[in-house]
């Protein structure tokens, strides 16, 4: 069996996203909760994820940005 690496995550932002496809890397976006059971609904096949999920908050400036930071609601991801 072929070994492919993965990430599972919440927002990403589109460049993210290509360099990780251009990586050979599978992405499961739009992902909540504790990593944990993220990491065990994956294992288990059982994942809920979606992949249209994107962030697009950014502030110039700034030395961090994490979508957890902020609600979807608010309009930053989609």
Known sequence: MQRRETLIC???GG???KALEEADIK??????????????DFLAGGLSYNLEIQ??????GEEEHSCGNHSCGAGHCH
């Not at 992405?27 to 065990?40: I, N, R």
């Not at 962030?55 to 110039?60: D, R």
């Open 10 to 12: 919440g927002g990403i």
């Open 15 to 17: 460049g993210a996203r």
């Open 27 to 40: 992405l499961y976006g739009g992902v909540t909760g504790e990593a944990d059971k993220a990491v065990a």
């Open 55 to 60: 962030c697009s908050h950014h502030h110039h």
